[in-house]
């Protein structure tokens, strides 16, 4: 038993973080709705994903570390594992005063961590990494403003927000770094349709996680620089902005992808890369509306949230039925294999 549970352990993804960070931020954008039952039962959930998939992931970087390095050398596994710091970071909004620093802790770490291998990945092999370049890149940027979003929570004081605010600044050329990658390799290595994944909607969440971050900076205005106010606030605004123009052209490159090109609806864990976008957008967009910052127009942001919901409920009954086929296949081949051993 003990030898199975490892290897089951090993064989977790690296981006198996994704329902959890998905699941909160829903979960924070239903609660700003007003619906708060339905807001802490998915957090709840997220909470209850969360804990045994930390215990999985300690337990295969102690025991498969061969595993874990060989991830950290491949671009297109390494930045799955930002999903852990975007869980935490998330999670550490809603938690309790001591398990949110400890939520905190293990971001800080991780996406360090991380950090220092993706640094290492660029100076390996410049060409074949860049070649790799997708919307799954975008993680690293929104691990970090995850840990913004904690400190402004977590230590609303100068000091706690000085560190804040010089991280959130950080991420932004992160994030523009990435997105020349990314259209770079758009450009001279199109992907195919069934290459053409949902990791992309990454770009419009990380867009919308530093607007939010700086939203909450400026929700303690009279705590920063004289100077960083006005710019934060622009910067805010301008980053709504471009998560708002990313929105048609992901849509249409879903219907590309499925329509034109009927690649199969099925569940991928990339799918729950929709999710989250979706869910920080209107978190983003409720907290800019709250302060009256920018005007929603005709859509209210309550709506937002469901239509974030509604994803998310798509999403999990994909994932649920992909398994139980999965299980059924499995159960059919174990079943032929017996007969043929009879």
């Given at each position: 038993?003990?030898?199975?549970?490892?290897?089951?352990?090993?064989?977790?993804?690296?981006?198996?973080?994704?329902?959890?960070?998905?699941?909160?931020?829903?979960?924070?954008?239903?609660?700003?709705?007003?619906?708060?039952?339905?807001?802490?039962?998915?957090?709840?959930?997220?909470?209850?994903?969360?804990?045994?998939?930390?215990?999985?992931?300690?337990?295969?970087?102690?025991?498969?570390?061969?595993?874990?390095?060989?991830?950290?050398?491949?671009?297109?596994?390494?930045?799955?594992?930002?999903?852990?710091?975007?869980?935490?970071?998330?999670?550490?909004?809603?938690?309790?005063?001591?398990?949110?620093?400890?939520?905190?802790?293990?971001?800080?770490?991780?996406?360090?961590?991380?950090?220092?291998?993706?640094?290492?990945?660029?100076?390996?092999?410049?060409?074949?990494?860049?070649?790799?370049?997708?919307?799954?890149?975008?993680?690293?940027?929104?691990?970090?403003?995850?840990?913004?979003?904690?400190?402004?929570?977590?230590?609303?004081?100068?000091?706690?927000?000085?560190?804040?605010?010089?991280?959130?600044?950080?991420?932004?050329?992160?994030?523009?770094?990435?997105?020349?990658?990314?259209?770079?390799?758009?450009?001279?290595?199109?992907?195919?349709?069934?290459?053409?994944?949902?990791?992309?909607?990454?770009?419009?969440?990380?867009?919308?996680?530093?607007?939010?971050?700086?939203?909450?900076?400026?929700?303690?205005?009279?705590?920063?620089?004289?100077?960083?106010?006005?710019?934060?606030?622009?910067?805010?605004?301008?980053?709504?902005?471009?998560?708002?123009?990313?929105?048609?052209?992901?849509?249409?490159?879903?219907?590309?992808?499925?329509?034109?090109?009927?690649?199969?609806?099925?569940?991928?864990?990339?799918?729950?890369?929709?999710?989250?976008?979706?869910?920080?957008?209107?978190?983003?967009?409720?907290?800019?509306?709250?302060?009256?910052?920018?005007?929603?127009?005709?859509?209210?942001?309550?709506?937002?949230?469901?239509?974030?919901?509604?994803?998310?409920?798509?999403?999990?009954?994909?994932?649920?039925?992909?398994?139980?086929?999965?299980?059924?296949?499995?159960?059919?081949?174990?079943?032929?294999?017996?007969?043929a051993a009879v």
């Open positions: 038993m003990g030898a199975r549970l490892s290897e089951r352990c090993r064989e977790l993804p690296p981006a198996c973080f994704a329902p959890v960070m998905a699941t909160g931020i829903v979960s924070r954008a239903l609660g700003q709705a007003g619906a708060h039952a339905v807001s802490g039962v998915l957090f709840g959930l997220a909470a209850a994903l969360y804990v045994p998939l930390l215990a999985a992931a300690g337990v295969k970087a102690a025991v498969h570390r061969g595993t874990v390095r060989a991830e950290l050398r491949d671009p297109g596994r390494l930045f799955g594992h930002y999903t852990l710091v975007a869980a935490s970071g998330v999670l550490a909004g809603g938690a309790a005063w001591i398990a949110g620093w400890a939520l905190l802790a293990v971001a800080v770490v991780v996406w360090a961590g991380l950090a220092r291998a993706t640094v290492r990945l660029r100076r390996a092999e410049p060409d074949a990494v860049l070649r790799r370049a997708d919307g799954i890149w975008f993680l690293a940027t929104v691990g970090l403003q995850a840990i913004v979003l904690t400190l402004t929570s977590l230590a609303p004081t100068r000091p706690g927000l000085a560190v804040a605010l010089v991280l959130w600044g950080a991420g932004l050329p992160l994030y523009a770094g990435t997105l020349a990658l990314v259209l770079r390799r758009l450009r001279h290595h199109p992907p195919r349709p069934a290459q053409a994944l949902p990791s992309y909607w990454v770009t419009m969440g990380a867009a919308a996680i530093s607007t939010l971050a700086g939203a909450r900076l400026l929700g303690h205005e009279e705590l920063l620089p004289g100077p960083a106010r006005g710019l934060v606030g622009g910067t805010v605004v301008a980053l709504w902005v471009w998560a708002t123009v990313l929105i048609p052209p992901l849509v249409t490159a879903g219907v590309w992808r499925h329509v034109r090109h009927r690649v199969p609806f099925a569940y991928e864990p990339t799918l729950w890369c929709v999710v989250f976008p979706l869910g920080m957008y209107a978190t983003a967009t409720a907290q800019l509306a709250g302060e009256h910052r920018i005007d929603t127009g005709a859509v209210p942001h309550g709506l937002l949230a469901w239509l974030a919901l509604s994803a998310w409920l798509a999403v999990g009954a994909r994932c649920l039925t992909g398994r139980a086929a999965g299980g059924a296949r499995r159960g059919a081949a174990g079943g032929a294999a017996g007969g």
